[in-house]
T-cell receptor, first 112, second 113 residues
Framework: DVKVTQSSRYLVKRTGEKVFLECVQD?????MFWYRQDPGLGLRLIYF???????EKGDIPEGYSVSREKKERFSLILESASTNQTSMYLC???????????FGSGTRLTVV | QKEVEQNSGPLSVPEGAIASLNCTYS??????FFWYRQYSGKSPELIMS????GDKEDGRFTAQLNKASQYVSLLIRDSQPSDSATYLC?????????????FGRGTQLTVWP
């Protein structure tokens, strides 16, 4: 069964910490995405990548960065965590072209 | 910014009824459309995709697409309590955003026994 695996289901971090969220897919997908989901705001795209070492800003990239050193792995980095980054973070991947995403199970991050 | 709008709901239907979920989109050139189901506390799961005008059926689910009206819908026949979830409409962008999906905010559906 195809899988998108996010390294942590729940995380609690302190304000100012550097936070790494990891996502690995085993489907040889070209595209990978990071979203955050908040009640009433829906899914908001943070960053995405079409290829190794390639990244594109989404709609809300401020305070985040990403890394894609290998095709199967896409990491989201919170450089200095803040309480307004408390959210559900969802990683997704897809083939290039007319395909839907497969989502990971999500990481619920709480910044205190 | 490409807009995807869904009827905000929540939508509540009795078991066995037809649930109708609607979605409109702003980018007239959009070519592919998806419906995701998201149970509370879980991640979205792809349930339907549609690319051509008309209807596409998969079991109890029917997706309907009308590109002229920029409208896509999802019908759930013989609704079951297990269909209670939030349904997200997603539309694929064009050009440099090829590959990216634009999501609506979702419609929460409750099916009561």
């Amino acid at each position: 069964d195809v899988k998108v695996t996010q390294s942590s289901r729940y995380l609690v971090k302190r304000t100012g910490e550097k936070v790494f969220l990891e996502c690995v897919q085993d489907m040889d997908h070209e595209n990978m995405f990071w979203y955050r989901q908040d009640p009433g705001l829906g899914l908001r795209l943070i960053y995405f990548s079409y290829d190794v070492k390639m990244k594109e800003k989404g709609d809300i990239p401020e305070g985040y960065s990403v890394s894609r050193e290998k095709k199967e792995r896409f990491s989201l980095i919170l450089e200095s965590a803040s309480t307004n980054q408390t959210s559900m973070y969802l990683c997704a991947s897809s083939f290039m072209g007319n395909y839907g995403y497969t989502f990971g199970s999500g990481t619920r991050l709480t910044v205190v | 910014q490409k807009e995807v709008e869904q009827n905000s709901g929540p939508l509540s239907v009795p078991e066995g009824a037809i649930a109708s979920l609607n979605c409109t989109y702003s980018d007239r050139g959009s070519q592919s459309f998806f419906w995701y189901r998201q149970y509370s506390g879980k991640s979205p799961e792809l349930i339907m995709s549609i690319y051509s005008n008309g209807d596409k059926e998969d079991g109890r689910f029917t997706a309907q697409l009308n590109k002229a009206s920029q409208y896509v819908s999802l019908l759930i026949r013989d609704s079951q309590p297990s269909d209670s979830a939030t349904y997200l409409c997603a539309v694929r962008g064009r050009g440099s955003t090829l590959g990216r999906l634009y999501f609506g905010r979702g419609t929460q559906l409750t099916v009561w026994p």
